[in-house]
């Protein structure tokens, strides 16, 4: 039987944007710990769950592919856009190309914005000399 690609859990597809509760989170932790666990969990939700856009260079377009993915570092379902997403990160000259990709629209810019931030709010705490 075919499906309509909606998710049937408890939370009705809400679930894939854990993230940005634990953001919403991080703005109001006090603490080290809190706010580097915190930092933590935004950032790899960033890289590996978010939903965004897929991008991989597919041939007969220009802004990649279109198909739905999950997290920044990830590829869609077809498994060698996984595989390009990756090579993008590690060959000097795609980094420009997988760079332009993490502002392409406003999906990938929130969670692009979210990732650094993130980080940066990890990085304060865990060094206390930044934030001057």
Do not use: Y
């Not at 679930?15 to 580097?36: D, E, F, K, S, T």
């Not at 198909?67 to 590829?75: D, H, V």
Request: one cysteine or more.
């Amino acid at each position: 039987m075919a499906t309509s690609g909606a998710r049937s859990s408890r939370f009705g597809g809400l679930g894939q944007w854990w993230g940005v509760l634990a953001g919403a989170l991080l703005i109001a932790a006090a603490g080290p710990v809190v706010i580097i666990t915190l930092s933590a969990l935004v950032l790899l939700w960033s890289f590996f769950q978010a939903p965004v856009t897929c991008g991989a260079p597919v041939r007969g377009r220009t802004d990649g592919c279109r198909n739905n993915a999950t997290g920044i570092l990830m590829g869609c379902h077809i498994h060698q856009h996984r595989w390009q997403k990756l090579k993008m990160l590690i060959l000097r000259r795609r980094v420009r190309e997988f760079c332009s990709g993490l502002f392409s629209d406003g999906k990938a810019t929130l969670v692009t914005l979210a990732a650094l931030g993130s980080f940066l709010s990890g990085l304060v705490a865990l060094i206390p000399g930044v934030a001057v």
